[in-house]
């Protein structure tokens, strides 16, 4: 089964930037959508942004025009720019990727990783 590991969290000052990364454990040839949430604490978690196989990106109106989703196929990773970060980021941010499997359609999560915005 495609694994998910997401990298590029950390500690912040308000205006910074951060790149996140998620990265599959396999070529995904059958991919579908990868989505971007977000969890902060005591509170549910969100979506922040997708991108599909044919390279169409959404975005939560809070973080548009600040964060930019990309893919790199041959790298199998995608990317969550991140840019003139908020407090309100603040947050476990996670990376889920959807994809055929056999007649069904598989996902699999990553396991976080954190991001701080703080002063």
């Known amino acids: 089964h495609v694994q998910v590991v997401e990298s590029g969290g950390g500690l912040v000052q308000p205006g910074s930037s951060l790149r996140l990364s998620c990265t599959a454990s396999?070529?995904?040839?059958?991919?579908?959508?990868l989505t971007w949430f977000r969890q902060a604490a005591g509170k549910e978690r969100e979506y922040v942004a997708s991108?599909?196989?044919?390279?169409?990106?959404n975005y939560t109106d809070s973080v548009r025009g600040r964060f930019s989703i990309s893919r790199d196929a041959a790298e199998n990773t995608g990317y969550l720019q991140m840019n003139s970060l908020k407090p309100e980021d603040t947050a476990v941010y996670y990376c889920?990727?959807?994809?055929?499997?056999?007649?069904?359609?598989?996902?699999?999560w990553g396991q976080g990783t954190q991001v701080t915005v703080s002063s």
């Open positions: 889920q990727i959807h994809f055929i499997e056999g007649l069904t359609v598989a996902d699999s």
């Open positions: 396999e070529r995904i040839p059958t991919f579908l959508i």
């Open positions: 991108i599909t196989n044919g390279g169409g990106t």
